[in-house]
């Protein structure tokens, strides 16, 4: 089929999901000699524009998985914001070591359901958002290598087509139910109204991360204050120069105690071509 360019479309709040949808489309551009355009959705200014495709594009798509489906707090961009008109799509989540569950199966019916054709598609391990010692420092080398032979792969797939494939199939049900966090005690924890808490011994106020949130939650002018909606994808933590938030919420350090006692078996990516 006659591509003319390799699209990319990213939710990254912490970078690990950036890293594997570039290797992607790294590795399918090169295969099709055509050029890369990105659209990086990772930041609320960033997601206010409506995003038309053709039937020349080639569109990677990825999120993380937040509680086993597209992050809620995001899905509405993929069913509001981009329309397919014929283009191809290749859906791809990150998820951290425990499971993909349905967040594959739901981006791909999102996408059919806009006007995509998806062809491919594939769920990446990264390190967990905040249960870190889960895939700690993935996607590692080889997982990029992998991405990027997985991006090679879907271009000559497509180089053998003549006719719009039938949508890839992947496990999962896009209409399943969230994941149900379980704490230590293995009994369902919930965490909704959990926010970071900031250690202003160690604050100097610059406002990294007012800047990084991808919700816009956190207050620029006091950064301890947090009146918006937290997803709990960590990217003031990660991103804080100063070492100076963290999550003290009990649910919260319960349900992260319980992924690192149950989840430190070294998960392997899923493709599907």
Request: aromatic share 8%; proline share 8%.
């Amino acid at each position: 089929m006659a591509i003319q360019r390799v699209r990319v479309v990213y939710f990254s709040a912490t970078g690990s999901t950036e890293k594997v949808a570039m290797a992607v489309a790294k590795g399918a551009a090169y295969k099709l000699g055509k050029p890369v355009t990105v659209t990086n959705i990772s930041l609320p200014m960033t997601r206010g524009k409506e995003v038309s495709f053709t039937p020349g594009d080639l569109v990677i798509v990825a999120t993380p998985t937040y509680a086993g489906r597209v992050p809620n707090k995001i899905l509405p961009y993929f069913q509001n914001k981009l329309t397919g008109n014929g283009a191809l799509a290749v859906p791809v989540v990150l998820f951290g070591n425990r499971s993909f569950d349905n967040a594959l199966a739901e981006l791909c019916a999102e996408l059919e359901a806009h006007g995509f054709h998806t062809v491919s598609a594939a769920a990446f391990v990264g390190q967990h958002a905040f249960a870190t010692g889960l895939a700690h420092g993935r996607p590692n080398a080889q997982d990029l290598d992998q991405a990027e032979d997985f991006g090679k792969k879907v271009a000559e797939k497509l180089l053998l087509l003549t006719e719009t494939p039938a949508p890839v199939q992947v496990p999962g049900d896009p209409a399943a139910p969230y994941y149900t966090p379980l704490g230590t005690d293995g009994q369902p924890t919930k965490f909704l109204k959990a926010k970071p808490v900031t250690d202003m011994k160690k604050c100097s106020q610059c406002g990294v991360c007012a800047a990084v949130c991808p919700m816009g939650a956190i207050d620029p002018k006091n950064v301890a204050n947090v009146p918006g909606t937290c997803i709990k994808c960590q990217a003031c933590v990660s991103k804080c120069p100063l070492d100076a938030k963290y999550f003290e919420d009990p649910a919260f350090l319960s349900h992260k105690a319980m992924l690192e006692e149950n989840y430190t078996r070294p998960a392997e990516s899923a493709l599907f071509l």
